[in-house]
């Protein structure tokens, strides 16, 4: 079975400080690697995915994220957030080669104060 | 640029009454899911269908869950006799056949009395 972990539950910051948001996942069969961002009161937004290829995934709204297979880890960073940041991530994990369920993680609340 | 709808966006019930929760997914994309999130939780896997049937579904999907794509647009989750810890918000989502790109509804909140 797979199973995410995200480290943080919060993850304070100031407005233009860089952010890294961790998530590790565990699985005995390959995977691919999602982050998904739900703002107040809305649905899930994906910010990036990785599937193959280069282990740097860049996403949307300045986000990007790092495959690590040997520490099976795939945290997501931002070099400067903004207050429009301040949201709830997710990082999910599918059993590649199909069209599986995505399994998530708890979520990391992240806050951007001025 | 297309997205998946939800309706309705909150639906009361009382406890044993059913409820339908439709979505819309996306025109051209041929797999469908149903996630729940329980308040201050994760988001959980209830079932996905593809070509007319269920292709997996989770220990929550019960046989008081049930869905249907009734028609060539919607896709509905009925709860026939609901529970008080069936409270949650419900997310409808929808892929195409060329990624692996899961697109999610604004999901129903469900709140059972």
């Known amino acids: 079975a797979q199973s995410v972990t995200q480290l943080d539950s919060q993850v304070p910051v100031f407005e233009e400080a860089p952010v890294e948001l961790r998530c590790n996942y565990s699985?005995?069969?390959?995977?691919?690697l999602f982050w998904y961002v739900q703002y107040p009161n809305q649905g899930l937004q994906l910010l990036l995915k990785?599937?193959?290829?280069?282990?740097l995934v860049k996403g949307i709204n300045g986000f990007e994220a790092e495959f690590n297979k040997s520490q099976t880890s795939f945290h997501l960073r931002k070099p400067s957030v903004h207050i429009s940041d301040t949201a709830e991530y997710f990082c999910?994990?599918?059993?590649?080669?199909?069209?599986?369920?995505?399994?998530f993680g708890a979520g990391t609340r992240l806050a951007v104060h001025p | 640029e297309p997205e998946v709808t939800q309706t309705p966006s909150h639906q009361v019930t009382q406890m044993g009454q059913e409820v339908i929760l439709r979505c819309v997914p996306i025109?051209?994309?041929?797999?469908f899911y149903w996630y729940r999130q329980i308040l201050g939780q994760k988001v959980e896997f209830l079932v996905s269908?593809?070509?007319?049937?269920?292709?997996?579904k989770s220990e929550i999907f019960d046989d008081q869950f049930s869905v249907e794509r009734p028609d060539g647009s919607n896709f509905t989750l009925k709860i026939r006799s609901t529970k008080l810890e069936d409270s949650a918000m419900y997310f409808c989502?929808?892929?195409?056949?060329?990624?692996?790109?899961?697109?999610f509804g604004p999901g129903t909140r469900l709140t059972v009395l």
């Open positions: 999910a994990v599918a059993i590649s080669g199909g069209y599986n369920k995505l399994i």
């Open positions: 699985s005995s069969v390959s995977v691919y």
């Open positions: 990785y599937l193959s290829g280069s282990t």
């Open positions: 025109s051209n994309h041929l797999y």
């Open positions: 269908f593809y070509n007319n049937e269920i292709s997996e």
């Open positions: 989502a929808s892929v195409t056949g060329y990624n692996n790109e899961q697109f």
